[in-house]
């Protein structure tokens, strides 16, 4: 698989007027084939998205040693952020051309460690898609064991233009 390709300035970010002429859907795709650039945030935390369907997304990541607490553990804006995406990523595969969204909040519970280097996959699934909010329910799990590792929620908004 070849590497993603990663937003490292501000001029490689997508363009407003390019966002909005496409759908959310169309928007994930594009990130997912390679034709859009990843946040830069999945470079600083080493995760990259791995699978993208109408009210679903999937990232895939691993926590390094630059990602723990002063306790050794995983940090957890590590559990947060990855969930965030995951959750509000699969609200925008359902957010129409000309709309955006941006998270009202998010909801983490973490049930277990993730040892360091661990591949897991950031599930997120929405379970209402509106006009103006979207819910969406996130899980965390370990790619080789199944484990559950942590859970999320999050409400978003939808905007026009």
Known sequence: MTQPKIATTPDDLVPR???LS???LEFMQGILDGR???PPISGVLDYHLHLVEKGRVVFRGA????????????HGGWYG?????????????????????????????????IPLG??????GIVQHAGRKTSVAQG?????????????????CII???
């Open 17 to 19: 007027d390019q966002l």
């Open 22 to 24: 496409m759908s959310g």
């Open 36 to 38: 859009l650039p990843q």
């Open 63 to 74: 926590p390094g040693f630059q990602h723990t607490n002063p306790l050794g553990t995983v």
């Open 81 to 113: 952020t990855l969930l965030d995406s995951a959750m509000a990523c699969a609200v925008m595969t359902e957010v129409p051309k000309g709309h955006w969204y941006t998270t009202l909040e998010y909801k983490v519970n973490i049930t277990r460690a």
């Open 118 to 123: 661990m591949l897991i996959e950031a599930d």
């Open 139 to 155: 899980t965390i799990r370990g790619v080789e064991d199944g484990r559950v590792y942590a859970t999320g929620s999050t409400t």
């Open 159 to 161: 905007l026009e233009g």
